[in-house]
């Protein structure tokens, strides 16, 4: 089976970076997207194509690749920015896609 | 602006039946594929499907989960998703959402219980 794997949550303090990584075999070869959820909303995209972020997210976002990982990083992380972010990628000879699991950022 | 609004959630029992609409505005929607996506209370986020737009063939595809229960449709004449859900399981409780990636619904909920 085709599986993303996130870290269930990463911590930071105001101000610092903050990085989630994402990773699996196939990421070599696929782009990644990410997502971020905050409680009792829909997800938001905040970067496609691995690295590119879309018209109204905030250049705070940034993504990264290296071979079978890929990294969100958030920089000058604030207490806005605390929700659940999720990788998604579409699997190797498949239509398929599968998200990761999901990280839990705190900012405090 | 584009808009995406589900519609069809509500509380079943198991082995019933649900059709979701999502209704899109904003964009043109014979252009683009659509995807549902599920959320289970508490949990990740979990594919279901998508299905392409005519141009590139139209077809759909399923998540292994849910493949021969769950089917994936488009009216482009009504700008419109459908995803009908048959012999519902409990498992299958979750707010649904369809997305094109860029933009999402807010979720519909699905309640399987007895």
């Known amino acids: 089976s085709y599986e993303l794997t996130q870290p269930s949550s990463v911590s930071v303090s105001p101000g610092q970076t903050a990085r989630i990584t994402c990773s699996g075999d196939v990421l070599a070869k696929r782009y990644v997207r990410w997502f971020q959820q905050k409680p009792g909303q829909a997800p938001v995209l905040v970067i496609y194509?691995?690295?590119e972020r879309p018209a109204g997210i905030s250049a705070r976002f940034s993504g990264s690749s290296s071979g079978t990982t890929v990294t969100l990083t958030i920089s000058g992380a604030q207490v806005g920015d605390e929700a659940d972010y999720y990788c998604y990628s579409a699997a190797d000879n498949s239509p398929h896609v599968v998200f990761g699991g999901g990280t839990r950022l705190t900012v405090l | 602006e584009v808009q995406l609004v589900e519609s069809g959630g509500g509380l079943v029992q198991p082995g019933e039946s649900l059709r979701l609409s999502c209704v899109a505005s904003g964009l043109t929607f014979t252009n683009v594929w659509m995807t549902w996506v599920r959320q289970a209370p508490g949990k990740g986020l979990e594919w279901i499907g998508r299905?392409?737009?005519?141009?590139?063939?139209?077809?759909?595809d399923i998540a292994a989960p849910v493949k021969g229960r769950f089917t994936i449709s488009r009216d482009d004449s009504k700008n419109t998703l459908y995803l009908q859900m048959n012999s519902l399981k409990t498992e299958d409780t979750a707010v649904y959402y369809c997305?094109?990636?860029?933009?999402w619904g807010q979720g519909t909920l699905v309640a399987v219980s007895s």
């Open positions: 194509r691995d690295n």
């Open positions: 997305t094109t990636a860029a933009f």
């Open positions: 299905i392409k737009n005519k141009v590139d063939g139209g077809t759909a």
